[in-house]
């Protein structure tokens, strides 16, 4: 499911859909009286662990592993699949701070209202993003001769 960069961006792009699916659910369900989201919730959760299980097998545990079971080549990707995660999640809270602070600015809307689901948000995309980036950074296996 893995093998080449395509399937590994497929499978990542999945990844991020249930992960926005299972969001919705979640601040439809705690901010609302319905239930039905709760349903939809654990429906998307099996799909979304299933997806997280093959982008751990392409980085074959590269952000599981201690660092003593990691070679010198592999704390160094390791390393930079950190560091990049990090600065686009900088940005992306950057974004939320300023979006969120836009919509109470210039629009109706409550800003106590946007601060939990766009933290909550912010979380998720900063625990899931060294996942994602070290999925779309790791190499294709080489060819067999």
């Known amino acids: 499911m893995y093998a080449t960069a395509t399937r590994r961006r497929v499978v990542i792009g999945a990844q991020l859909l249930l992960t926005a699916a299972g969001f919705a659910a979640w601040a439809t369900t705690i901010f609302s009286d319905a239930r039905w989201p709760l349903f939809a919730m654990l429906a998307v959760l099996p799909l979304w662990v ?24 592999q704390v160094a990707e390791r390393d930079r699949v950190h560091a990049v995660a990090h600065r686009i999640t900088g940005v992306l809270l950057l974004l939320a701070a300023v979006g969120a602070g836009a919509a109470g600015w210039f629009g109706d809307v409550r800003v106590e209202g946007l601060v939990s689901p ?27 001769d």
């Open 118 to 144: 766009v933290l909550f948000a912010v979380l998720a995309v900063h625990l899931l993003m060294p996942l994602w980036v070290a999925g779309l950074r790791i190499q294709d296996d080489p060819a067999e």
């Open 50 to 73: 299933v997806a997280t299980g093959v982008i751990n097998g392409a980085t074959r545990g590269l952000l599981e592993l201690r660092g003593r079971m990691l070679d010198e080549r």
